[in-house]
Nanobody
C-alpha cells in the first residue's frame, strides 16, 4: 500500500509560480511510476506530467510543456511539480498518483494509488 499526500496548492496570479509536493508512505515509492493529474470543474481528469521510477525528464501534456517540470526524490519519498508561467486555465484540483503496470503513463488506468488532491487557483 502507498498513501499519497499532496501539498503546495494555493492562489496565485497569472504568470506566477507554485511548487506542488506529493509525499508518499511506504518503502516501495522508488518502484512506482508517478504522475500528476488535474481536474477542473466540469472537466475530465487529465494527466499533466508523469515520471518513471528512476526519474528523468518526464512526460508532459502539450498544455503545460515548457512551463511545468516534474521531479522526484526517492530518498525522501517525494515527488514535485514545479509550475511556472501559470495561466487561469491551469486552475484545477491537482492529484498525484502512483502505479506500476502502465500501458500508457498519461491514462488514469493503471494508477493504483491516489492522493486527495490540492487546489490550485490562478487569477487573471
Amino acid at each position: 500500500q502507498v498513501q499519497l499526500v499532496e501539498s503546495g496548492g494555493g492562489l496565485v496570479q497569472a504568470g506566477g509560480s507554485l511548487r506542488l509536493s506529493c509525499a508518499a508512505s511506504g518503502r516501495t515509492f522508488s518502484t512506482y511510476t508517478m504522475a500528476w493529474f488535474r481536474q477542473a470543474p466540469g472537466k475530465e481528469r487529465e494527466c499533466v506530467a508523469a515520471i518513471g521510477w528512476s526519474g528523468g525528464s518526464g512526460w508532459f501534456a502539450d498544455s503545460v510543456k515548457g512551463r511545468f517540470t516534474i521531479s522526484r526524490d526517492n530518498a525522501k519519498n517525494t515527488m514535485y511539480l514545479q509550475m511556472s508561467s501559470l495561466k487561469p486555465e491551469d486552475t484545477a484540483v491537482y492529484f498525484c498518483a502512483a502505479g506500476r503496470s502502465l500501458s500508457n503513463i498519461y491514462l488514469q488506468v493503471g494508477y493504483d494509488f491516489w492522493g486527495q488532491g490540492t487546489q490550485v487557483t490562478v487569477s487573471s
